[in-house]
């Protein structure tokens, strides 16, 4: 079994920074990528941004520029700083991850959310 714990969301003013965090525990062999979506009331859950086990990246263009996305392999964690915080990132963030547990199963896990607000 595993589990994705995210931290780090928070109410801050429009251009502030937050930094989220998501650790994934259980009986894990191999992360094959993370990430994080976000969802707003009334939308589509997309995309923010993902890193794979290679360390490549990839950004919504909404946030390419503003959102870093890195890992901690030896903790199970992955980050998101965001900079330059708009209205608009106003969302539930989720934390995603594939990977293989240790009955060698590859399958997607989700965290429960953390709530983002930018006031303007």
């Known amino acids: 079994q595993v589990q994705l714990v995210e931290s780090g969301g928070g109410l801050v003013q429009a251009g502030g920074s937050l930094r989220l965090s998501c650790v994934a525990s259980g009986r894990i062999y191999s992360t094959n990528a993370m990430g994080w979506y976000r969802q707003d009331p009334g939308k589509q859950r997309e995309l923010a941004a993902t890193i794979t086990s290679g360390g490549s990246t990839n950004y919504a263009d909404s946030v390419k520029g503003r959102f870093t996305i890195s890992r901690d392999s030896a903790k199970n964690t992955v980050y998101l700083q965001m900079n330059r915080l708009k209205p608009e990132d106003t969302a539930v963030y989720y934390c995603?991850?594939?990977?293989?547990?240790?009955?060698?199963?590859?399958?997607?896990?989700w965290g429960r959310g953390t709530q983002v607000t930018v006031s303007s």
């Open positions: 995603h991850a594939r990977l293989t547990d240790s009955d060698y199963v590859l399958r997607d896990y």
